[in-house]
């Protein structure tokens, strides 16, 4: 069957195995000094593993493998102890992989008798993942936190700040000087771009950030892309490899009401 799957560049990776214990499936091994991916049956073709190779060696691609089967996933994962059935399970639900999350599930309770940990606990864990805890409210609304990986995977509801704001310290006017502004529209030899800074930006952080367009675009060029939905990286990470050039870069990570995470520059 034609299905996405990991693939791996050998020329590119350098063997830290950053991403073998972050592939919860069990589908990546150190093998003669590089990653390898050892089964198409264990690769759920999620990409977990992309975001922790630092040399961008792991992409995902569309062709002819065996479909994904989490029974032997499972077989691997219990082996391996209570922690890691729970970060999969976790990983499958963030996902909303529903129907595999089932199969795991019931892969656990038919074989409770020999696996030597806790399986209602697993059980239990995964079920309330991602759900508020009891009287966890703000401004009546209740929060539905993901628990883990894009924040996106769970609704959340929040009011916004009352603040007293000198409205004529806000200019209200827009700071964007080019279009298009999608990563896979945008041609990297345009105007706009020479001798200039680019912002690059998740494509939510917009509404996230009251102060994006005078504070962090004004006189930039502008990228956005998702880290989490958008497809076709391979040809981003393959211009890095290539880039003779060393370039400055501010990495800032802004959470979901808008609060700066961290800044630091790479």
């Given at each position: 069957?034609?299905?996405?799957?990991?693939?791996?560049?050998?020329?590119?990776?350098?063997?830290?195995?950053?991403?073998?214990?972050?592939?919860h499936?069990?589908?990546?091994?150190m093998?003669?000094?590089?990653a390898?991916?050892?089964?198409?049956?264990?690769?759920?073709?999620?990409?977990?593993?992309?975001?922790?190779?630092?040399?961008?060696?792991?992409?995902?691609?569309?062709?002819?493998?065996?479909?994904?089967?989490?029974?032997?996933?499972?077989?691997?994962?219990?082996?391996?102890?209570?922690?890691?059935?729970?970060?999969?399970?976790?990983?499958?639900?963030?996902h909303?992989?529903?129907?595999?999350?089932?199969?795991?599930?019931?892969?656990?309770?038919?074989?409770?008798?020999?696996?030597?940990?806790?399986?209602?606990?697993?059980?239990?864990?995964?079920?309330?993942?991602?759900?508020?805890?009891?009287?966890?409210?703000?401004?009546?609304?209740?929060?539905?936190?993901?628990?883990?990986?894009?924040?996106?995977?769970?609704?959340?509801?929040?009011?916004?700040?009352?603040?007293?704001v000198?409205?004529?310290?806000?200019?209200?006017?827009?700071?964007?000087?080019?279009?298009?502004?999608?990563?896979?529209?945008?041609?990297?030899?345009?105007?706009?771009?020479?001798?200039?800074?680019?912002?690059?930006?998740?494509?939510?952080?917009?509404?996230?950030?009251?102060?994006?367009?005078?504070?962090?675009?004004?006189?930039?060029?502008?990228?956005?892309?998702?880290?989490?939905?958008?497809?076709?990286?391979?040809?981003?990470?393959?211009?890095?490899?290539?880039?003779?050039?060393?370039?400055?870069?501010?990495?800032?990570?802004?959470?979901?009401?808008?609060?700066?995470?961290?800044?630091?520059?790479?």
């Amino acid at each position: 069957m034609i299905r996405e799957i990991v693939t791996i560049d050998e020329e590119l990776c350098n063997g830290c195995g950053e991403c073998v214990p972050n592939c919860h499936e069990g589908a990546l091994q150190m093998i003669d000094g590089k990653a390898r991916l050892i089964s198409d049956l264990m690769c759920d073709g999620l990409g977990a593993c992309i975001g922790h190779c630092p040399v961008g060696a792991i992409t995902i691609e569309k062709r002819e493998a065996e479909a994904y089967n989490e029974t032997k996933v499972m077989e691997i994962m219990v082996s391996k102890g209570k922690n890691t059935v729970i970060a999969h399970l976790k990983h499958l639900k963030d996902h909303g992989e529903t129907e595999f999350l089932r199969e795991g599930v019931r892969y656990l309770k038919s074989h409770e008798s020999t696996i030597d940990f806790d399986v209602s606990e697993v059980i239990l864990t995964v079920h309330n993942y991602g759900k508020a805890a009891p009287n966890q409210t703000q401004g009546g609304h209740v929060l539905h936190h993901a628990g883990g990986g894009c924040p996106s995977s769970q609704p959340i509801a929040f009011d916004a700040p009352k603040l007293q704001v000198d409205s004529a310290a806000i200019s209200g006017q827009s700071q964007l000087r080019q279009w298009p502004v999608q990563l896979h529209l945008v041609n990297p030899m345009a105007q706009y771009f020479q001798q200039a800074d680019v912002l690059l930006a998740a494509d939510c952080v917009a509404f996230s950030l009251g102060n994006f367009h005078d504070t962090y675009l004004k006189g930039k060029g502008l990228a956005i892309a998702c880290p989490k939905l958008d497809h076709g990286s391979d040809i981003y990470i393959q211009a890095v490899s290539q880039a003779s050039r060393k370039i400055p870069i501010k990495a800032i990570v802004v959470g979901i009401k808008g609060e700066i995470l961290s800044e630091e520059w790479i």
